[in-house]
């Protein structure tokens, strides 16, 4: 199984600036890539940004150039660097797994954490 559990939330005036962490427990699965997503009430889970094993890295346009996703692979942990955090940042932040079984790789999984809030007042 693969377990994420997501941390760094938290209320912030416009500018300033969070890192979210995502730590990774895994059991007989390879994690393929990482990614976080973002969910206001009413709307749909959107992408923020994700990261392959190999390091590379893709971002929605609304955060390109103000956020960093980066990882640590010896501590099994995914980052979100914001910087120049807006009102429209506000929303429950999730990190997304996509993990194969060890023996398994064309079977791919995805795993979700519990979320983290992240609030920014204007």
């Known amino acids: 199984q693969v377990q994420l559990v997501e941390s760094g939330g938290g209320l912030v005036q416009a500018g300033g600036s969070l890192r979210l962490s995502c730590v990774v427990s895994?059991?007989?699965?390879?994690?393929?890539?990482m990614g976080w997503y973002r969910q206001v009430l009413g709307n749909q889970r959107e992408l923020v940004a994700t990261?392959?094993?190999?390091?590379?890295?893709t971002y929605a346009d609304s955060v390109k150039g103000r956020f960093t996703i980066s990882r640590d692979n010896a501590q099994k942990t995914v980052y979100l660097h914001m910087n120049g955090l807006k009102a429209e940042d506000t929303a429950v932040y999730y990190c997304?797994?996509?993990?194969?079984?060890?023996?398994?790789?064309?079977?791919?999984?995805?795993?979700w954490g519990q979320g983290t809030q992240v609030t920014v007042s204007s």
């Open positions: 997304k797994a996509i993990a194969s079984r060890v023996g398994a790789p064309q079977w791919e999984y995805q795993y």
């Open positions: 895994t059991s007989n699965f390879i994690i393929r890539s």
């Open positions: 990261i392959t094993t190999d390091g590379s890295t």
